[in-house]
Nanobody, 116 residues
Framework: QVQLVESGGGLVQPGGSLRLSCAAS????????MSWYRQAPGQERELLSY????????YYADSVKGRFTISRDNAKNTVYLKMNSLKPEDTAVYYC?????????WGKGTLVTVSS
């Protein structure tokens, strides 16, 4: 079955950096679009970025464009989200996502807290 396991969250000061990882299994990772979302308390889940398959085309939400970078390692079945210049408003639970056969699959998320 599809499994997505996020890691790399934690507490970081404003202006700092983190790299999130999402280890995937149970499906053909190399042919799948992989996405990162986040959800802050009391807010809806927000699409941050996705990376397409063969050519690695990417999309970024305006809120993270220029600060976050998505990448993938098909040999490791892992997608990454490098986050720079973090702001307090980036505090949220970050989720990895993929869609298969019209169904969305999610990891359990990893908490990122940006605070001094």
């Amino acid at each position: 079955q599809v499994q997505l396991v996020e890691s790399g969250g934690g507490l970081v000061q404003p202006g700092g950096s983190l790299r999130l990882s999402c280890a995937a299994s149970g499906f053909t990772f190399s042919s799948s679009v992989m996405s990162w979302y986040r959800q802050a308390p009391g807010q809806e889940r927000e699409l941050l970025s996705y990376i397409v398959t063969t050519y690695g085309s990417t999309y970024y939400a305006d809120s993270v464009k220029g600060r976050f970078t998505i990448s993938r390692d098909n040999a490791k079945n892992t997608v990454y989200l490098k986050m720079n210049s973090l702001k307090p408003e980036d505090t949220a639970v970050y989720y990895c996502n993929t869609s298969r056969g019209g169904m969305d699959f999610w990891g359990k998320g990893t908490l990122v807290t940006v605070s001094s």
